[in-house]
């Protein structure tokens, strides 16, 4: 099993809740394809650096993936059907960083 990084940013329109079922139907994918979700981070409504299909803002959040390349395949495709995610990112590190990253904290504090 490999270790992943899969950034996406959902559209500012959207709540807790629904933020919620989507991370919650992530993992389900992920579970199905033999991945495990270990922890998820959230970055907090943010400005975009430029309009996205005319979203200002939005909601960043990182799941942190151990697993292999077709679930991320999967994972991917699915967000690529999703209306509510505008952008996408997965990388492959070498390791699951279990600290929060300087951007969460960040939004503990604020």
């Known amino acids: 099993m490999a270790f992943y990084e ?3 940013i959902a559209r500012q329109e ?3 809740k629904e933020l919620e079922n989507t ?4 993992k389900k ?3 199905k394809n033999n991945a495990n979700l270990v922890d998820t981070e959230s970055w907090g409504l943010r400005n975009l650096a430029y309009k996205i299909e ?3 803002k939005g909601h960043y959040m ?3 993936i151990d697993g292999n390349g077709d679930a991320i395949q999967e994972l991917e495709r699915n967000m690529r059907i ?3 995610i505008i952008r996408y990112l997965s990388l492959k590190t070498e390791g699951i960083n279990n600290e929060p990253s300087i951007l969460a904290k960040k ?3 604020n």
């Open 29 to 31: 994918i992920l579970e």
């Open 62 to 64: 990182v799941l942190k």
């Open 54 to 56: 005319k979203n200002k």
């Open 14 to 16: 959207l709540g807790d």
């Open 107 to 109: 939004n503990v504090e």
């Open 82 to 84: 999703d209306e509510n």
């Open 6 to 8: 899969s950034i996406f």
């Open 23 to 26: 991370i919650d139907n992530f």
